[in-house]
């Protein structure tokens, strides 16, 4: 499992890259620095919680996972 503090340093991370990107779009899309800013802001406000939360949850879920046996010394 993930600790919580590097769920968080994950999510940080995406969302400012994912912000450049939406913010780099819409500027090329509208030519308007202020309002490609708007946006970019807004969507990482809202995308940052879920992020979030959608990463906790899957923590939860055991698919995909192998368990690992543990070692026993003797």
Do not use: C, Q
């Not at 500027?27 to 990463?55: M, Q, R, V």
Request: hydrophobic letters at 45%; charged letters at 25%; proline letters at 3%.
């Amino acid at each position: 499992m993930e600790s919580t503090r590097r769920s968080i340093a994950k999510a940080l991370s995406w969302r400012l890259l994912a912000t450049a990107i939406t913010a780099s779009l819409v500027y090329a899309w509208t030519g308007e620095g202020e309002f490609a800013a708007a946006i970019g802001l807004s969507d990482t406000a809202l995308k940052l919680f879920i992020y979030f939360g959608h990463e906790r949850a899957w923590n939860r879920i055991p698919f995909g996972r192998e368990r690992k046996e543990p070692e026993y010394f003797i």
